[in-house]
């Protein structure tokens, strides 16, 4: 089966908005052992998405569409694949009543507009919306092309998402193939092509399976797919032996959770004090569910005031030793693991630019531990912009602790 | 011109990997006038890849690709491109000397696979990477195909954009158009339809111009476009008395910018305490360069424990009035600005899910806004997911302070 995915939207081609709908639907798709050939985004230019989606209409079996229901002047998907496939709009009955309900619960009344997202094109069946206004699609064998499906999905994506998971999938499953299944590894601290030529005589091994490396500013990915469970199982005890340390986690789990779960497993617990990363290090914690069961919280001291009011530091001796500085990192860390009473404490200063403070270049930075066995520091030179050097050193730092945890006894 | 955008790689349409390059390109071809009529994900596959790569020579005059120039196995964009055109792929000296250099410089031997990145299909030009190994192409009139430019441009999106900003744009202006302009306001507190409606009679008004709307969790952008800068200061000056009050920003700011912005041109300050969103607000605020000129920090008080610590709340007396409810996020926001010394703290509390806790249904948020004129705290009920609800209440946070700093003689 071709699947593709049409996003639409100009704001995809020419704003700072993401497509993430359909890396989430990639995802979903590869747990019926289906995968997208291609994906295209393209603007809420009516020529254009003709032109589009009378291709996908030739090239694919499925093709799924984010985008362009909602009740405003530049959303017309449903109405354009109506025009091209000559099929009318009709009301259904089904989705004004949900959409009043919607609007009800919230104490108020749709406005005119929202009322065309209630027209469904003759011989498709709506798809509910539980949390929005605008209703799916569901069009099989649309007039003059037997065998092909149309999904038309909303492009917010929680309602996407949810449309998906309750009315989409079920439709999809029996036509599934065998499942794919993947191999994720995640590797921490070691650069992309250094793994690649490490691991390149399991690769070559297990040549047959589907293999793919994937870098970010905090982790690398390497990832292997098979529709054999034990293939997969064959793979990961060759690789175990040449990453060793450097494998932080096996499954779904990224840096982050790879930590909290070692943190858990041991009863440990963890603080931080963020000076130039002004919180991001606990909000990646945070984000993950039951992340309060090891990490306590912390100072996101980003002023020589707020080390001072939050930490009990003296201003005039940060002043002395320098706000950039092994010394200054240390002293985070300690107070914040004597403050909060955690197991490990990691303390973040630097310089994430954009330029340079001081003596401080850009890219500085220190990351101190202290942990039960006393405290250690490391110093880095960081490369890319603020965002990167913020990212990059949140990881610096949870690795430094990851390795730390799994050295213990 | 036909510009379209071609990115390379399988974890494009299989993983949680977004594709940002082609956002960021379709932003910068937007100042010269310029803009993608598609942008198409495709795999690292052989098949998939030389197809869409034949159509595109077809359709498009300008083809921007980006990623496969790395050294590892799965990277193979430049040596299809030259299969299919019939060209060889010879050593560039300048480009292996570039390699060399930017190895030595960090004391390492580059790994044997990298020098394929050295190679240049014959008839292109390499592009250098000065923050990077992989070069990219430039290639003008490909064999068979005049008039045709083929633009090769790695993945990683710091070598990407630095590479695009310093070879590709001097060499693309000659064949810009009338640069486009666009006017954006960001509004916050309104939901997109509303806006909409709200927005209606303006935008009939202006109906020649290129309009769209742009909803996100934090925010709501009204974006229009036009050759003609006076349409579009006709256009803002239309829109101010509609929007009032709700206007959070025009320009390239979002909201966190535009908080930012206001407490710096009033000379005052802001510090956080925050539970349940752990960080997020303040790393959102402190992403911004030059935030420390109005954010001085604040205290990611996630657990019980953290909120006695660092703000000297006594645990028996939150135990009792609850750690999700008003009192608790007053008591914290007002903890905070005394123990800060800032002319305003917010203060967040509730539960983000996945589950209730105790009395607090998932989604139940309390904010805190503690100022020179007392403090006022809101409750709320947010939708969504654990990233959903964290997100929405940095922002309902921000968006409080902003209106509360307007609001003000």
Same mark, same amino acid.
């Given at each position: 089966?071709?699947?593709?995915?049409?996003?639409?939207?100009?704001?995809?081609?020419?704003?700072?908005?993401?497509?993430?709908?359909?890396?989430?639907?990639?995802?979903?798709?590869?747990?019926?052992?289906?995968?997208?050939?291609?994906?295209?985004?393209?603007?809420?230019?009516?020529?254009?998405?003709?032109?589009?989606? #009378?291709?996908?209409?030739?090239?694919?079996?499925?093709?799924?569409?984010?985008?362009?229901?909602?009740?405003?002047? !530049?959303?017309?998907?449903?109405?354009?694949?109506?025009?091209?496939?000559?099929?009318?709009?009709?009301?259904?009955?089904?989705?004004?009543?949900?959409?009043?309900?919607?609007?009800?619960?919230?104490?108020?009344?749709?406005?005119?507009?929202?009322?065309?997202?209630?027209?469904?094109?003759?011989?498709?069946?709506?798809?509910?919306?539980?949390?929005?206004?605008?209703?799916?699609?569901?069009?099989?064998?649309?007039?003059?092309?037997?065998?092909?499906?149309?999904?038309?999905?909303?492009?917010?994506?929680?309602?996407?998402?949810?449309?998906?998971?309750?009315?989409?999938?079920?439709?999809?499953?029996?036509?599934?193939?065998?499942?794919?299944?993947?191999? #994720?590894?995640?590797?921490?601290?070691?650069?992309?092509?250094?793994?690649?030529?490490?691991? #390149?005589?399991?690769?070559?091994?297990?040549?047959?399976?589907?293999?793919?490396?994937?870098?970010?500013?905090?982790?690398?990915?390497?990832?292997?797919?098979?529709? !054999?469970?034990?293939?997969?199982?064959?793979?990961?005890?060759?690789?175990?032996?040449?990453?060793?340390? !450097?494998?932080?986690?096996?499954?779904?789990?990224?840096?982050?959770?790879?930590?909290?779960?070692?943190?858990?497993?041991?009863?440990?617990?963890?603080?931080?004090?963020?000076?130039?990363?002004?919180?991001?290090?606990?909000?990646?914690?945070?984000?993950?569910?039951?992340?309060?069961?090891?990490?306590?919280?912390?100072?996101?001291?980003?002023?020589?005031?707020?080390?001072?009011?939050?930490?009990?530091?003296?201003?005039?001796?940060?002043?002395?030793?320098?706000?950039?500085?092994?010394?200054?990192?240390?002293?985070?860390?300690?107070?914040?693991?004597?403050?909060?009473?955690?197991?490990?404490?990691?303390?973040?200063?630097?310089?994430?630019?954009?330029?340079?403070?001081?003596?401080?270049?850009?890219?500085?930075?220190?990351?101190?531990?202290?942990?039960?066995?006393?405290?250690?520091?490391?110093?880095? #030179?960081?490369?890319?912009?603020?965002?990167?050097?913020?990212?990059?050193?949140?990881?610096?730092?949870?690795?430094?602790?990851?390795?730390?945890?799994?050295?213990?006894?």
């Amino acid at each position: 089966m071709r699947i593709e995915c049409i996003a639409i939207g100009t704001e995809l081609l020419t704003t700072r908005r993401l497509d993430t709908n359909s890396v989430w639907l990639g995802e979903r798709l590869a747990r019926l052992g289906l995968a997208f050939h291609r994906k295209t985004a393209v603007g809420d230019n009516r020529e254009d998405l003709a032109e589009l989606f #009378r291709e996908a209409l030739k090239r694919s079996d499925l093709i799924l569409a984010t985008g362009g229901l909602g009740p405003t002047f !530049d959303d017309f998907t449903k109405e354009l694949f109506a025009e091209i496939l000559g099929a009318e709009l009709v009301e259904d009955a089904g989705s004004r009543a949900d959409m009043l309900a919607f609007y009800a619960a919230r104490n108020r009344v749709p406005p005119q507009v929202n009322f065309k997202q209630a027209l469904i094109p003759v011989g498709a069946e709506p798809l509910r919306n539980p949390v929005g206004t605008a209703p799916g699609v569901w069009w099989e064998d649309p007039p003059g092309h037997p065998g092909v499906r149309i999904v038309l999905l909303p492009g917010v994506p929680r309602e996407m998402k949810r449309m998906w998971e309750e009315q989409v999938e079920p439709r999809l499953r029996p036509l599934a193939g065998p499942a794919t299944h993947t191999l #994720r590894m995640v590797v921490a601290g070691v650069p992309e092509s250094t793994l690649d030529e490490r691991t #390149r005589e399991v690769r070559e091994r297990h040549g047959h399976l589907d293999w793919s490396i994937l870098a970010s500013l905090t982790q690398v990915e390497l990832l292997v797919r098979s529709e !054999d469970p034990a293939a997969l199982e064959a793979v990961l005890s060759d690789l175990k032996p040449v990453l060793g340390g !450097d494998l932080a986690a096996v499954g779904e789990a990224n840096l982050e959770e790879a930590v909290l779960q070692a943190l858990r497993a041991r009863g440990e617990t963890l603080a931080v004090a963020e000076s130039m990363t002004g919180g991001l290090l606990a909000a990646r914690l945070t984000a993950i569910p039951g992340a309060s069961q090891a990490f306590l919280g912390g100072a996101t001291v980003y002023t020589l005031g707020a080390k001072a009011a939050l930490l009990d530091l003296d201003p005039a001796w940060l002043g002395r030793v320098g706000t950039v500085s092994e010394v200054c990192a240390t002293a985070l860390a300690e107070a914040t693991r004597q403050r909060l009473g955690a197991t490990w404490a990691l303390g973040l200063c630097g310089n994430a630019g954009p330029e340079a403070e001081g003596e401080a270049p850009v890219g500085a930075v220190f990351i101190a531990l202290a942990g039960p066995e006393g405290t250690q520091v490391r110093a880095l #030179r960081l490369a890319g912009d603020r965002g990167d050097i913020q990212l990059r050193s949140a990881a610096a730092a949870l690795d430094n602790l990851r390795r730390s945890i799994i050295a213990r006894p």
